[in-house]
């Protein structure tokens, strides 16, 4: 039954890519006037950064019949830092990469491929996404962890194959930011799912509370999870929430992780004893795979066929796994292993006949799908305006009084979920706050009072 929807799969996608443009070309975030903020450590004051180039999310698509190129500065619309905890010494710089994602992508249907450390993917703001490691690993002959800063080289090497690897997102939580990303050597990632910690239904980590708790996109349960990324063999990477049934149906539901961490575990064969410091889950080897055949479990890559809103006829996909507290669920996004052919996506340059892709889809209302929040309200100095889901391009959010006239204005940028209204010299009363996305325009009542 599988290798049938395979078939069948294959040949509605091929069929439907000469009818209209592939996903893979249009779902990218555009952006040539945006340029990016940061927080450093110790301030709570979001900063322009500096670089004549520094422009957010995605400044160029352009396709031939294979492949689309994807030119970014690997920078996101929401705010990056500070990277305190974990002694990361690096900042977030301009990448000016170009990506280059097949059109077509096919099933690796040989022995499938690791990924490999540093970038397996990109998300549709141009940020990488990394895997589970982070350079770290136990090195048995001398009992310690080599690897990383602060430590020393790995027997072999950086690219060595080590019996315990570090798993980034329990050992390095203290230096990401609020998005769940920090950089390496200037390139800012992911290793997981791209919402702001405090949008969590459990909050593991306190840095919201003194920055924006802002990222990528938000989670909505009650809706299809919106298309997020490519990984490096060219299928796509979604969110935490799809159609439970691989057929569309099925209402929505949770995508789940079919790895487990060992149980019951107390050593580790050429590797540290579990203990405070080197805990359960500590190591990716912590985990092991179990098949599990309900629809709404993923495989061995942590993907699966099924029905998508950008692939009606079908797609192999992977998805950003998130445990029943929406904090991050191993592997994250793409592994241990790649469905598909891997390759080196990063590319120097364009070197056939292209096309630019102009994006068409700026007419098409995303507030009437959205749910927007404002918090508090009554408010007293502070309004937060959070947009669920992922927004796509940018809404105008102005703040008028009771006579007509205009207070205040804010952005939330394409690839951004809040923005804030300081209310501080504002009198008390009540105001109107209009939301435009250039298509539907919606009003909300706002009361200050001290």
Known sequence: MRKQFIAICTVALCTSSFAQLSPAITSWLQNTTAKGTFYSSGNSNVQQMTGANDFV?????????????????????????????????????????IYKFPLNPTQNTGTPQATVMGNIGVFINGVALYDYRDGVAWDNSSSSLCGGPGNPPCPGGPMATMDWNRDAIPAEKPGFDCSKGHPAMGAYHHHQNPSAFKLDLEVVSTICNLYDADGLYAIDSTKHAPLLGFAYDGFPIYGAYAYKNTDG?????????????????????????????????????????TENTASDYLDEHNGRFCVTPEYPNGTYAYFMTVDENWNSAYPYAVGPTFYGVFENRLVTSVSESTTTYEDASAGISQLDQSQVTIFPNPASNLIA???????????????????????MSQQIKAGQTISYFDTQTLYEGTYLLELSDGKTVKTERIVIQR
């Open 57 to 97: 999310n995605c400044q160029k698509i352009e396709y031939s019949s294979d492949f689309v190129y994807v030119h970014t500065r690997g920078i996101p619309a929401y705010p990056t830092g500070p990277f305190d905890g974990d002694g990361n010494p690096s900042v977030t710089e301009d990448q000016d990469a």
């Open 385 to 407: 305006i959070q947009v669920k889901g992922l927004v796509q391009h940018s809404i105008e959010l102005t703040l008028f009084d009771v006579t007509g006239k205009k207070v």
């Open 249 to 289: 149906t099925g209402g929505i539901a949770r995508m789940k992780s079919s790895y487990h961490l060992n149980a019951n575990a107390t050593t580790r064969t050429n590797g540290p004893d579990v203990n405070a410091t080197y805990f359960n889950g500590y190591f990716r080897e912590d985990y092991s795979y």
